[in-house]
Every structure is written in C-alpha cells, then in structure tokens.
C-alpha cells in the first residue's frame, strides 16, 4: 500500500500561518523534504487547491517575476518543483470545488476515496494540506508519516497545524537533524 506523507513548515509553536494568512517566515517553498523521487502524487483541501495552483503555475509563466508570497523571484528548487508540480496527477479533497486549470486534477469527496487511492498502485503520495485535511486524515488514522520542517522563532497568533485534531495521535519519531538557521527537519512516523 502507498504511503500518505505528509509535511509542514511551522514555528516553534506550531503555527503554519501568521496573522496575515501565510507563513511569513518561510523564504523557500521548495521541496525542503526530499519528495520528490518518492511520491507521484499530491493530494490537497479545496480551501489550499487553488492558491496553490496560481502559485506554482505564476512561478511556471514567469520564473524572473518576485513571488507574490516571499516578494523575491522564486530559487531554481523552487521552479524545478513547479515544474514537478504541473506533471504531477493532484487530488483535491472537496465537496464543492470540481473545476481546475490543470489538467491532471481528480476530485475526491470522502475519507474513503482517499483511503482508496492509497491502494493504487504507485509511488507514495504527498499530503500538502490545508491543515484541516491533514488533521481530518490523521484522524482517519490515513497519514502514515510526518515531516515538519521547525523555524526558530515563536509566531504567536496564527493558524496551529493541528487545530481541528479530533484524537490523540502517537507519533514515533524517525529522524531528526539540525538544519541551515537554526531549523529543524523532524520525521515522524504515525503510532
């Protein structure tokens, strides 16, 4: 069976969103975990789908143009993810949204065609978020790994990864590894 992997970039606090809406302190959105030889597939909410989209596909049309998110024009990990991004077959978890712009999108109504998908055949697949999914299929006890990337730094208000968690969840933790800045590269495996 794949694995549902899943991976955030949070604050010491758990936060993956200031007050603004986004996480202010993350330069890169890069592949910071090492996804990419190991999943063929992303799965997202509907509430992230279409953000996401726009920002990876403005990064495809112009890789000089400065990121509406960082205000700088994007790294080359981060166009070669939009390029694996635009390839890569994406299911959003939605009960209302049913229309994309790329072509490689599946809209998936229940837990249960998630719990489907994972016994595909393929490579893992790659949790995004939002993190209301993410918590909805912790619960589900669907998420088989998690990756967090911890920036140093307290945020304060903002929105917590793990806010509408339902269940107490174990984790078993995998790997951890000091990164660039004082970040953190923590693996966890679900109990």
């Known amino acids: 069976m794949r694995k549902l992997i899943t991976g955030f970039k949070t604050s010491v606090d758990a936060k993956i969103e200031g007050p603004e809406g986004y996480a202010d302190w993350v330069s890169d959105w890069a592949d910071a975990y090492g996804f990419m030889d190991r999943v063929d597939a992303c799965l997202l909410g509907g509430r992230m789908y279409p953000g ?5 596909t403005t990064i495809l049309e112009d890789a000089d143009k400065p990121s509406p998110i960082t205000g700088v024009a994007p790294t080359p ?3 070669e993810w939009a390029q694996f991004a635009a390839r890569t077959p994406h299911y959003v978890v939605s009960k ?18 998630v719990a489907d998908l994972k016994k595909q ?6 949790l995004m978020g939002g993190a209301q999914t993410a918590a909805s299929l912790m619960d589900a006890g ?15 208000e903002g929105k917590p990864l793990f806010a509408t968690t339902e269940q107490r969840r174990g984790l078993v933790l995998r790997s951890a590894e000091q990164l660039s800045d004082g970040r953190l590269s923590l693996v966890y495996e679900a109990a």
């Open 96 to 113: 209302t949204l049913s229309t994309a712009n790329w072509s490689n999108v599946t809209f998936l109504r229940t837990v249960e065609e």
């Open 77 to 79: 990990a981060e166009v």
């Open 142 to 156: 669907l998420v088989d790994e998690l990756r967090l990337i911890v920036y140093p730094l307290i945020a304060g």
């Open 52 to 56: 996401h989209e726009g920002y990876w």
């Open 121 to 126: 055949p393929g490579k893992d697949i790659y």
